[in-house]
């Protein structure tokens, strides 16, 4: 027989074990000890390795985010022949400044010429070809800038792809993020699933008992007598009774 107490507020469980013999006794409780210990190791090995799965499905659901970022950013750096839109927005903005620069003076030139020199001069033709050269040149630097007509050899213009590798690239640094919190969270729970969190902690170590308190010897004696006592003094006066009735 086994009895069970929880003592309030410290939550100190209290374990009794009856039986004929007090070696039997204590094999029972250390038993029931050893079965609770396990099962709290049980518990622990679950907790752990469900934490420690689950770490592992993020880490592996962000690997992939930051795989699919990857790609998508390669892929729109080969479909737009550029490795960096903002680089290449720099270069052409450099150029158009210096090609619209080129363009002022000849223009400046063409008209200070223009006053002692026929417009159909050959000088003059050769110098005005080259200002409409010029021209054509700046409007081709600048539809490869922001003009939302394809150019040959590209999908998109450079503001175009600034904006897509923009997106792409703040994707890719978000799933890099991610990835790094889920490597550091899935090596924290290994870290953790190699420690308990849970332990059974024995003030008292079961111990056979030194003398016998069942059965109470002089106690259960003595309810018997009284019992046979009060049985024979009830029946004692049920036949006083019928013999007064019967006379």
């Not at 006053?115 to 033709?125: D, F």
């Not at 080259?130 to 999908?155: F, H, K, N």
């Not at 259960?220 to 036949?239: D, F, V």
């Amino acid at each position: 027989m086994s009895e069970v107490a929880i003592k309030m507020p410290a939550g100190i469980v209290e374990l009794k074990i009856r039986a004929f013999r007090p070696e039997d006794a204590r094999r029972v409780a250390q038993a029931t000890l050893d079965a609770c210990e396990g099962l709290i190791n049980d518990m622990n090995d679950r907790i752990n390795s469900d934490a420690v799965a689950n770490a592992e499905q993020e880490l592996q659901r962000t690997a992939q985010r930051l795989a699919q970022a990857r790609a998508a950013l390669e892929k729109a750096r080969n479909e737009s022949g550029l490795l960096d839109a903002a680089k290449a927005a720099e270069s052409l903005n450099k150029l158009a400044d210096e090609t619209k620069a080129s363009l002022l003076a000849m223009q400046e030139e063409y008209r200070t010429q223009l006053a002692y020199v026929l417009e159909s001069a050959p000088q003059m033709r050769a110098l005005k070809s080259r200002i409409d050269v010029t021209q054509a040149q700046i409007a081709e630097i600048e539809s490869q800038l922001t003009s939302t007509q394809a150019r040959a050899g590209a999908d998109s213009t450079i503001a175009g792809a600034m904006t897509t590798f923009g997106e792409l690239d703040l994707e890719r640094q978000i799933a890099e993020r991610l990835y790094a919190g889920a490597a550091a969270s899935l090596e924290l729970a290994r870290v953790a699933a190699e420690r308990k969190t849970m332990y059974l902690k024995t003030f008292v170590s079961p111990v056979a008992a030194q003398e016998a308190q069942y059965p109470k010897r002089l106690l259960y004696p003595l309810l018997l007598s009284s019992a046979c006592l009060a049985l024979w003094g009830m029946l004692c006066g049920l036949a006083l009774t019928v013999r007064n009735y019967m006379a």
